[in-house]
């Protein structure tokens, strides 16, 4: 089994930035496609990025882009979220989750491991 650790969440004002990060266990860390979501109580858990095996291929919730980057280092086992420019509305838990995948990237991706998750609170 995979198991995966977010952390970096925090209280940030609007506009700022935060890094959020998750670490997995394992050697077959490249062989897993990754995701971010996020969740806050009351409504449905929101898709918000994406990244194939080797990292080449990137996919955005429209809310995010342009402010957020997902990227992975493979030789670390770590996935990041580069999240700048952050609003109010992107208060939430934040949930890393992976699967394991037969080619660098087949769309729509789905996921079998989840973390614990990470808040992040921006103030307006």
């Known amino acids: 089994q995979v198991q995966l650790v977010e952390s970096g969440g925090g209280l940030v004002q609007a506009g700022g930035s935060l890094r959020l990060s998750c670490a997995a266990s394992?050697?077959?860390?490249?062989?897993?496609?990754m995701g971010w979501f996020r969740h806050t109580p009351g409504k449905e858990r929101e898709f918000v990025a994406t990244?194939?095996?080797?990292?080449?291929?990137?996919k955005y919730a429209e809310s995010v882009k342009g402010r957020f980057t997902i990227s992975r280092d493979n030789g670390k086992n770590t996935m990041y979220l580069q999240m700048n420019g952050l609003k109010p509305e992107d208060t939430a838990a934040y949930y890393c989750?992976?699967?394991?995948?037969?080619?660098?990237?087949?769309?729509?991706?789905?996921?079998?491991?989840w973390g614990q998750g990470t808040q992040v609170t921006v103030s307006s």
């Open positions: 989750a992976a699967n394991f995948a037969a080619s660098d990237y087949v769309g729509p991706p789905t996921y079998d491991y």
């Open positions: 394992g050697r077959t860390f490249s062989l897993l496609h």
């Open positions: 990244i194939s095996r080797s990292g080449i291929i990137t």
